[in-house]
C-alpha cells in the first residue's frame, strides 16, 4: 500500500513570496490534515478536511494560508505571502473514517 | 486546553540501556494516548496506542501504560539498539471520531553503540 505522498519535499523562498505544497492520501482515506511543525516543537493541526469539507481550521492563520481539497483526494496548502516565522516542517496525514493517521515525509520550508 | 509535556531532550544512551521517557498530560474528557516515532528524513510512525486507563501499548520492544491517577503515558524500552535513534512524541486525542491529534514538543533519542 502506497503511502501519503508529498511534494515537494524541500523549498525555499524569500519573505513576501508564495509558496504552495501538494498531499496525495493513501487511497480511500476520507479524512485529511495538514500539520505545521516548528523545529524543536511538536506538530501543530493547521487544517482538517473531510473528503472536500473543512472540519476544523481554527488554527489556520487565514490572512495568509489557504487549503482546498477540491476532489476529496489531492490537497494543496498554500501561503501568501510568507513569513520568516512559516519556516517548518509542513505534514500531510489521512486516515480513514476509523483508525489511526498516517503520515506522510513532510515539506521543508525554509523563508529567508 | 489539552496538551501534553514530554521531557526535555536530547537524551543520549548507549545500546543496550533502559530507556524511559516522561509523558504527562491534561485533557477534559477521556483520551486516547499515543506515541510516534520520527526516523531521520522520514514522516512520523504511530508506534504504540491506549484508549481507556490500565491499557499497555506495546510495538517493536517499547511499551506504555495508560495511567489515569497521574495521568501519565512513560514509554519504555529494557534495552535500546543503535535504531531506536529517533524523535519520539507523546500524543493525545479527545475527540474520538475525528481523531484530533495534540502534540507533546519531542524528545530526541540518540544511542550509542
Known amino acids: 500500500e502506497a503511502g501519503v505522498a508529498q511534494s515537494p519535499r524541500y523549498k525555499i523562498i524569500e519573505k513576501r513570496q508564495s509558496v504552495a505544497f501538494w498531499c496525495n492520501p493513501i487511497?480511500?482515506?476520507?479524512?485529511l490534515y495538514w500539520y505545521q511543525q516548528i523545529l524543536g516543537q511538536g506538530p501543530k493541526l493547521l487544517i482538517q478536511?473531510?473528503?472536500?469539507?473543512?472540519?476544523?481550521d481554527s488554527q489556520l492563520p487565514k490572512d495568509r494560508f489557504s487549503a482546498e481539497r477540491l476532489k476529496g483526494v489531492d490537497s494543496t496548502l498554500k501561503i501568501q505571502p510568507a513569513k520568516l516565522e512559516d519556516s517548518a516542517v509542513y505534514l500531510c496525514a489521512s486516515r480513514q473514517i476509523t483508525g489511526y493517521q498516517y503520515f506522510g515525509p513532510g515539506t521543508r520550508l525554509t523563508v529567508t | 486546553g489539552d496538551s501534553v509535556t514530554q521531557m526535555e531532550g536530547p537524551v543520549t544512551l548507549s545500546e543496550e540501556a533502559f530507556l524511559t521517557i516522561n509523558c504527562t498530560y491534561t485533557?477534559?474528557?477521556?483520551?486516547?494516548l499515543f506515541w510516534y516515532v520520527q526516523y531521520p528524513g522520514e514522516g512520523l510512525q504511530l508506534l504504540l496506542k491506549?484508549?481507556?486507563?490500565?491499557d499497555k501499548g506495546s510495538n517493536k520492544g517499547f511499551e506504555a501504560t495508560y495511567r489515569k491517577e497521574t495521568t501519565s503515558f512513560h514509554l519504555e524500552k529494557g534495552s535500546v539498539q543503535v535504531s531506536d535513534s529517533a524523535v519520539y512524541f507523546c500524543a493525545l486525542s479527545v475527540i474520538q471520531g475525528a481523531q484530533k491529534l495534540v502534540f507533546g514538543q519531542g524528545t530526541r533519542l540518540t544511542i550509542n553503540p
Open positions: 491506549a484508549t481507556k486507563a490500565d
Open positions: 487511497s480511500g482515506h476520507a479524512t
Open positions: 478536511f473531510q473528503n472536500n469539507g473543512v472540519v476544523d
Open positions: 485533557a477534559t474528557g477521556y483520551p486516547s
